[in-house]
């Protein structure tokens, strides 16, 4: 099966930044540790952008290449980017939604998600394992 991790904003900064939330481990560790576990059965396409754009590009191009799912963590876009939902939306491609953590205990402007209703599950506050249940729960299907 082919499953697409992608990450938006600021999360090419993971380990570095708020390391109090978001902890101590970098992109680059995180997407080793997945190609570790799932290498064996799953081709992972590991995507980073800070760029709207460039996320809706790729999502178009999961959608043509027939992806098996979708992995994503849209940052801040999340809350944000109608743009982002509708590429989602048009894809039409199992997805999961992760966050790293739980957006229901921050900032009021973080509880909602316009990426939710066209994600097939959201998975809020587990950490970087939210990743590695996301992969799990797409391959089971
Ligand atoms: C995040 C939560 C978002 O609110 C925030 O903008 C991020 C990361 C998370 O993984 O917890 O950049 O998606």
Same mark, same amino acid.
């Given at each position: 099966k082919k499953i697409a991790i992608l990450n938006g904003p600021n999360l090419d900064r993971l380990g570095k930044r708020e390391p109090e939330i +978001? *902890?101590? /481990? /970098?992109l680059a560790d995180l997407e080793a540790s997945l190609r570790a576990e799932f290498a064996a059965t799953t081709s992972l396409d590991f995507f980073q952008s800070n760029h709207e754009g460039a996320l809706i590009d790729k999502i178009a191009a999961l959608a043509d290449a027939k992806f098996d799912g979708i992995v994503i963590n849209g940052a801040a876009l999340t809350h944000t980017s109608v743009a982002l939902r509708d590429a989602l939306a048009g894809a039409h491609l199992p997805t999961v939604e992760v966050h790293? $953590?739980?957006? +229901?205990? @921050? %900032? %009021?402007? @973080?509880?909602? $998600?316009? /990426?939710a209703p066209v994600s097939l599950a959201v998975i809020s *506050?587990? *950490?970087?394992e939210g990743y590695f249940a996301a992969v799990r729960f797409l391959l089971k299907r």
């Open positions: +978001y *902890g101590h /481990t /970098t790293i $953590s739980n957006i +229901y205990k @921050r %900032e %009021e402007f @973080r509880h909602t $998600s316009l /990426t *506050g587990l *950490g970087l």
